[in-house]
């Protein structure tokens, strides 16, 4: 079982700054077991959508909302994902959720959701 532990989150103003982080733990997970780690986010009335992911290999891919202004990054040994919001804008509002695929055996794992709030 995974387990995964979100912080980060809060309220700012536009055109400032967060740093988001997930740290997965579990009694039989190894590092080498977490594969994609990613971030999606949820507004009200709206359906949760990708920001990004990173595999394990560090390739990476980004919402065309969010490239440019966002980064995500992974630290293996910890396993640990990060996201880097710059510039962040109102329409960046939502909870935002970790998620963590491990393989062998596969799982996808969820986060509890971390609140980003963007004042204009």
Same mark, same amino acid.
């Given at each position: 079982?995974?387990?995964? $532990?979100?912080?980060? =989150?809060?309220?700012?103003?536009? =055109?400032?700054?967060? +740093? !988001?982080?997930?740290?997965? @733990?579990?009694?039989?997970?190894?590092?080498?077991?977490?594969? *994609?780690?990613?971030?999606?986010?949820?507004?009200?009335? @709206?359906? +949760?959508? !990708?920001?990004?992911?990173?595999?394990?290999?560090?390739? *990476?891919?980004?919402? $065309?909302?969010?490239?440019?202004?966002?980064?995500? @990054? +992974?630290?293996?040994?910890? %396993?640990?994902?990060?996201?880097?919001?710059?510039?962040?804008?109102?329409?960046?509002?939502?909870?935002?959720?970790? %998620?963590?695929? *491990?393989?062998?055996?596969?799982?996808?794992?969820?986060?509890? =959701?971390?609140? $980003?709030?963007?004042?204009?």
């Amino acid at each position: 079982q995974v387990q995964l $532990v979100e912080s980060g =989150g809060g309220l700012v103003q536009a =055109g400032a700054s967060l +740093r !988001l982080s997930c740290a997965a @733990s579990g009694s039989t997970l190894s590092s080498s077991r977490v594969n *994609t780690m990613g971030w999606y986010r949820q507004a009200p009335g @709206s359906q +949760r959508e !990708l920001v990004a992911i990173i595999e394990r290999g560090g390739s *990476t891919n980004y919402a $065309v909302s969010v490239k440019g202004r966002f980064t995500i @990054s +992974r630290d293996n040994a910890k %396993n640990t994902v990060y996201l880097q919001m710059n510039s962040l804008k109102p329409e960046d509002t939502a909870v935002y959720y970790c %998620n963590v695929k *491990t393989w062998p055996p596969y799982s996808d794992n969820w986060g509890q =959701g971390t609140q $980003v709030t963007v004042s204009s």
